[in-house]
T-cell receptor
């Protein structure tokens, strides 16, 4: 597998502000994804982070609310914009490694609380 | 991707084998069965996957029925650290289709 790190690990934010979450991998990856897990719920895919181009968003998620960057193969950011309490969730990045292309590996997650 | 059905929760005594069932009666011939687990709000951890043959690794065994409509994840000697939510996911495996659709999973509690 690989070491996947996320920053910050947790944060408490005020409504109306924005937070950028970073995901860094120590191996070459082919694909990176961002998921959301609301309290007591399962994981929901937000988008696929595409290197050098716009992310591909799932139904119900839009770029204005969740802008994503992926400037290189091993790094991506997810911004949660204009936050409201409903955005309180765990945000997780996941990757498919170039060497193990049949399996997706997850980062530790970023726990976000919006007041 | 095919839908899966799992029990909401299960208990297992520490040291015993934990057998977690999953029904995927609409699975297609080219869909794989994947298992992940999530320990108390950590990121999901990959456990094992298979197509039609039984699979075993250092974490678990995966038994897939001959008709592929159901499978069982076996943790041979459960420990307290195995308490987690276990997700069974089926998907077509090819490059460019790595999206995972998570259901509600089975909450496994290991009893001392």
């Amino acid at each position: 597998s690989a070491v996947i790190s996320q920053k910050p690990s947790r944060d408490i934010c005020q409504r109306g502000t924005s937070l950028t979450i970073q995901c860094q991998v120590d191996s070459q990856v082919t694909m990176m994804f961002w998921y959301r897990q609301q309290p007591g719920q399962s994981l929901t895919l937000i988008a696929t982070a595409n290197q050098g181009s716009e992310a591909t968003y799932e139904s119900g998620f839009v770029i204005d609310k969740f802008p994503i960057s992926r400037p290189n193969l091993t790094f991506s950011t997810l911004t949660v914009s204009n936050m409201s309490p409903e955005d309180s969730s765990i945000y997780l990045c996941s990757v498919v490694l170039r060497t193990v292309q049949e399996t997706q590996y997850f980062g530790p997650g970023t726990r976000l609380l919006v007041l | 991707d095919a839908k899966t059905t799992q029990p909401t929760s299960m208990d297992c005594a520490e040291g015993r084998a934990a057998n977690l069932p999953c029904n995927h009666s609409t699975i297609s011939g080219n869909e794989y069965v994947y298992w992940y687990r999530q320990i108390h709000s950590q990121g999901p951890q990959y456990i094992i996957h298979g197509l039609k043959n039984n699979e075993t690794n250092e974490m678990a065994s995966l038994i897939i029925t001959e008709d592929r409509k159901s499978s069982t994840l076996i943790l041979p000697h459960a420990t307290l650290r195995d308490t987690a939510v276990y997700y069974c996911i089926v998907r077509v495996k090819f490059i460019g289709n790595e999206k995972l659709t998570f259901g509600t999973g089975t909450r496994l509690t290991i009893i001392p």
